[in-house]
Each structure stands twice: as C-alpha cells, then as structure tokens.
C-alpha cells in the first residue's frame, strides 16, 4: 500500500515536473502571433493577386489578434517571393504566395531548391480567370470554329500570351494536343502588348487572363471559350473548354506558404485563420470584381497539388523542348 502510493507520488511529481515543459511549448503556438506577419506577393499593387490578398489578410488578421502587412515583390513572373522564403526564417512571420509558376521553376532555370519539398503549404485559395479571345471582326465564332480554322491552316493561325513558358503558352499548347491541331505561338511581354496585338490584327487569337474583359464588353473582342470549371458570371453565354468539348481546365490556382521547417501549429492557425476569412463577403466581392471564384484547398491537398503540377510543367515543358536536364 506504502509502495503504490510512493510511487504514484513519485509519478505525479515527474508529471508536475515535466507540465511546465509541456506548456511552454504550448505556450509558445498558442502565443503566436506577437507581432505583424509579412506576406510577399509577387505581383504589383491593385491586381488579381494583391486585390484579393489585401481584402483576405485584414480579415485573417483580425482573427489572429495582428496586422498582417502585404509587400509587393514584382518581377519574375511573380516567384520572386517564395524564392526569398528559402532564406526566410521558420518562425511563421514571414509568408508568401505562392504562384502556378513556382512549379516550372526547376525545369526553366537552374533551382536550388525544391518547391514542392522546401516550401511548407497553408492553404489553397484561388486562381484565375482564362479564357481565348478573337477580334470582334473575326469570322471565328466559336471554338468549333477555332479548331476549324486551325485544322485548315495548320500551323499558321496564331495565337498570343505575356510570354515563353507562361501558364498562357502551356495551356495553349496542351489545348493543342487535345483538340489535334498546330497553332503558331506569337509571345509578347505581358499582357498588354497581348492584347494589344490582337487589337491591331497582328495575330489571330490571344490566350489570356480577365484583362481582356474591358474588351470584350466594349464590343472590340469576342471570347469564344473559357477555361475554369464553369462559366463567367460575366459572360455567362460562353461556354468552358470542357463545355465545347474539350477536357481541359486552367485557373492557374495559388495559396499561401512559409518557409520549410514551419511550426505545423502555426500552420494550423493560419490555416484556419485565412479559411474562414475566405467566406467573409468582401473578400467573396473582390474575387468577383476579378471574375475569379474561391478555390479552397487544404495544406495536403495544396502539396499533393504543387507535385502534380510540378509533374506537369515537365511533360509539357519537355515537349516543346523548352526544359532544362534534370530529372
């Protein structure tokens, strides 16, 4: 009897002894965050990536009890800032966006690292809105048409993007592929002169994201298909890819990533923080605003995602002969 309550003492103390350890790393997830946290964001102020997250991040913030600040790192086709996070500390303070770009990265240039292993993912959160637009005088109606057109001219009708290697020329050519014509890819820098080439009739199509929607409504251009999920609410006569009978769909999706190593509990909070800030109706607005709609993926399901692009990026890449060796 003696015996059994010494040791069930001796246990309790070891227990008492070993709490204060226990709650103090407690302490340390549970306390966090203490101070702002930073988001890079690979593109400028006031577009489809840095409208959203603005609206998103003051109302993640305010959940987490800090401001979370937005800074702007334009440039390199928006991965500038997960490129910094490998160098970034671990400590949750420092996050970033993470691009569909990111996952091309280490078959176009020579990558030191990993994305889909030296990031660590937080949530899924969006992507945009594609779609192939022709000039308002053209006789292509549709894309029945458009595949028409291509099958009697193959190899001459052209079609522009932002540039070589963009998520615009990839879809492009894998639309290619599976709707069995030879299209001839013009590149320009950026969307703009894109779009602006269309305009003045130096190519045939353009493939590009929702800044071609001032021109559509304007009566200059005509979007003959779109390439998310569903239709635009914006325009919802056109139908998607999949719609007009090819089995192709691009949103281009992105989310939220720290640096590798991160606190799974912080993960956690701002996992849940940023979920629930994306049902609150001004972020649901200015997605809307954007023609984009919310593409919510968890942070396993937001990894299993960057392998399978990264998978991808290479077969197409490889393709068109525009991958670096590496395997």
């Known amino acids: ?12 103390a070891a227990a008492w002894c070993a709490a204060p350890a226990l709650v103090r ?22 577009g489809s990536t840095d409208g959203p997250m603005r609206v998103l991040a003051e109302h993640a913030g305010r959940l987490l009890g800090q401001p979370i600040v937005i800074e702007n790192k334009p440039g390199a086709a928006g991965v500038i800032p997960a490129q910094n996070l490998q160098s970034a500390p671990h400590d949750g303070y420092t996050l970033a966006i993470a691009p569909a ?20 993912y937080v ?53 290619s592929r599976l709707a069995g014509v030879r299209l001839n890819h013009v590149p320009y820098k950026g969307s703009a002169d894109s779009l602006q080439a269309l305009l003045a009739g130096h190519v045939d199509s353009a493939a590009e994201t929702s800044a071609f929607v001032p021109y559509v409504e304007s009566g200059r251009m005509r ?7 569903r239709r635009m609410a914006r325009f919802p ?10 089995d192709l769909v691009q949103t281009s999706p992105w989310g939220l990533v720290g ?21 609150a109706p001004a972020f649901r607005n200015v997605l809307a605003s954007f023609d984009m709609e919310p593409d919510y993926r968890s942070a396993a399901d937001f990894q299993r995602f960057a392998v399978e692009s990264m998978r991808r990026e290479k ?11 590496r395997s």
């Open 1 to 12: 009897m003696l015996k059994r309550h010494f040791l069930r003492a001796v246990g309790s």
């Open 25 to 46: 790393a407690q302490d340390r997830a549970v306390a966090w965050p203490t101070r702002p946290v930073k988001i890079m964001i690979g593109f400028p102020p006031g």
């Open 101 to 120: 770009g990111v996952y091309r990265l280490p078959y176009t240039t020579d990558l030191k690292w990993n994305p889909a292993s030296d990031l660590s």
């Open 123 to 175: 949530i899924g959160i969006t992507g945009y809105a594609f779609g192939t637009v022709v000039p308002a005088a053209s006789p292509v109606a549709s894309l029945a048409d458009y595949i028409a057109a291509a099958k009697a001219r193959p190899g001459e009708l052209t079609y522009s993007t932002p540039g070589v290697a963009t998520t615009n020329h990839l879809t492009m050519e894998q639309f």
């Open 223 to 229: 979007l003959i298909a779109v390439w998310g999920k």
């Open 237 to 246: 006569n056109v139908p998607t890819l999949q719609e007009a009978g090819v």
């Open 259 to 279: 640096p590798k190593g991160m606190d799974p509990r912080i993960a956690v909070r701002l996992h849940d923080a940023f979920r629930e800030a994306m049902d």
């Open 315 to 325: 077969e197409v890449l490889d393709l068109l002969g525009l991958s670096r060796s």
